[in-house]
């Protein structure tokens, strides 16, 4: 597997401002130091806590790894986990270090936080029950996880493309598939998902900042969207915080609980 | 000396995966996030070795058929530990030998730490159950 950590980090500020060419470096490997290691499980201890608290057998888990204020955003990653005997897995999906690919892990709450996280804080959303009984036997199954996967990764993936597919995206694909037996496509996923009322978020991504991440890293792609959207500087995708409204609105999950 | 044998072989595999970067994340979608950290996979040693503070030095890295093996000292008597890893805690392991290893207990283990920068976990039982990594697709 390749290391692409420092393009990733790079494509987090790049949004913002990534002018340099760094496409193609590899992934330069730090180790962590031993208070973030310290705190990433603490912080994964709190959430199995609260998790086995709650009585859910499947919940929304997101981690909060970039400061994304600028974007009105709290959290930029979420996984579904669930229940395995006495403890819990995340299954999630993870793009391997800034590369145009990316894959589903099933993962224990230790890996899911270890990572250098913007804020030791947690949000979960518990599932309404009709949405675990359905998610539940989905997860346990590697089949059905990967069924509607697609390898080709894009941070920014348009929601309703099936070119890229990004984390959350995958994430709440999944959800759809599990709900409507139909949707065994992604694009009757997405169906799905509109007809539910899900609203992705709109970025306002200027034309050089678009250039500059473009440039800078492989795992940028605006080719997805809509030409009227996409030079109009308003670039939609799946993100945590929008995802969660969406739970909460349509009565498919609950309120965002937050663990530290 | 005291074996302590940790139930999940499968902590293994955030070795053997190859697995990398703590310091991706992505902006919006997420980013990998596979811990750089090797995991013990068991450790024999005197339990009071492992206490917090513990000074240690690393006295040989040993690769065998069944993961890397750090061979740990203490500074105080000479006792010493061995910690079970996997294959690829090999990978720039030589360069600790000599180094000085500070322990740090928590609720969920012991982190092993070389200047600042963490180096492994030995998980108690509480920590082995946080810890699991199954690639599912390619």
């Given at each position: 597997?390749?290391?692409?950590?420092?393009?990733?980090?790079?494509?987090?500020?790049?949004?913002?401002?990534?002018?340099?060419?760094?496409?193609?470096?590899?992934?330069?490997?730090?180790?962590?130091?031993?208070?973030?290691?310290?705190?990433?499980?603490?912080?994964?201890?709190?959430?199995?806590?609260?998790?086995?608290?709650?009585?859910?057998?499947?919940?929304?888990?997101?981690?909060?790894g970039q400061n994304l204020s600028e974007y009105g955003l709290r959290y930029?990653?979420?996984?579904?986990?669930?229940?395995?005997?006495?403890?819990?897995?995340?299954?999630?999906?993870?793009n391997a270090c800034g590369s145009a690919q990316a894959a589903v892990y099933r993962q224990g709450l230790g890996e899911f936080f270890l990572d250098d996280l913007f804020q030791y804080e947690a949000a979960i959303v518990v599932l309404s029950p009709d949405v675990q009984n359905h998610l539940l036997p989905v997860l346990r199954d590697n089949v059905r996880v990967a069924q509607l996967n697609t390898?080709?990764?894009?941070?920014?993936?348009?929601?309703?493309?099936?070119?890229?597919?990004?984390?959350?995206?995958?994430a709440i694909e999944t959800l759809a598939s599990?709900?409507?037996?139909?949707?065994?496509?992604?694009?009757?996923?997405?169906?799905?998902?509109?007809?539910?009322?899900?609203?992705?978020t709109t970025l306002h991504i200027s034309a050089l900042k678009r250039l500059g991440a473009r440039i800078s890293a492989a795992?940028?792609?605006?080719?997805?969207?809509?030409?009227e959207k996409r030079f109009g500087d308003r670039i939609e995708t799946v993100t945590v915080d929008s995802v969660f409204e969406w739970l909460d609105r349509s009565g498919m999950g609950g309120t965002v609980q937050v663990i530290r | 000396m005291n074996r302590i044998p940790f139930r999940r072989a499968a902590i293994a595999a955030l070795l053997a995966a190859g697995v990398c970067s703590a310091q991706a994340q992505s902006t919006l979608s997420d980013?990998?996030?596979?811990?750089?950290?090797?995991?013990?996979?068991?450790?024999?040693?005197?339990?009071?070795?492992?206490?917090?503070?513990?000074?240690?030095?690393?006295?040989?890295?040993?690769?065998?058929?069944?993961?890397?093996?750090?061979?740990?000292?203490?500074?105080?008597?000479?006792?010493?530990?061995?910690?079970?890893?996997?294959?690829?805690?090999?990978?720039?392991?030589?360069?600790?030998?000599?180094?000085?290893?500070?322990?740090?207990?928590?609720?969920?283990?012991?982190?092993?730490s070389a200047a600042s920068q963490a180096i492994a976990f030995i998980p108690n039982e509480l920590g082995a159950a946080l810890l699991y990594n199954e690639r599912i697709t390619r």
């Open positions: 597997m390749r290391h692409g950590c420092l393009i990733a980090a790079l494509c987090a500020a790049g949004l913002a401002l990534a002018t340099s060419a760094q496409a193609g470096r590899s992934c330069e490997a730090r180790p962590p130091s031993a208070s973030a290691v310290a705190r990433s499980l603490t912080l994964a201890e709190h959430t199995a806590a609260r998790l086995d608290a709650s009585g859910a057998q499947v919940v929304a888990l997101a981690r909060a930029s990653h979420f996984g579904l986990a669930y229940r395995d005997g006495a403890a819990w897995r995340v299954v999630h999906k993870l390898a080709a990764y894009n941070m920014v993936a348009y929601p309703w493309s099936v070119r890229y597919q990004q984390s959350n995206q995958w599990a709900q409507e037996p139909a949707a065994r496509t992604r694009e009757r996923a997405q169906a799905w998902l509109k007809l539910q009322g899900y609203e992705p795992n940028i792609a605006f080719d997805d969207h809509p030409n | 980013a990998s996030a596979l811990s750089l950290l090797p995991v013990a996979i068991s450790v024999a040693a005197p339990v009071a070795i492992l206490s917090a503070g513990a000074v240690l030095t690393v006295v040989a890295v040993e690769a065998t058929s069944a993961g890397t093996v750090w061979v740990l000292e203490r500074a105080s008597d000479g006792a010493r530990a061995s910690v079970r890893l996997g294959a690829r805690a090999a990978e720039g392991a030589s360069a600790l030998v000599g180094s000085a290893v500070v322990v740090t207990a928590i609720s969920t283990g012991w982190i092993l």
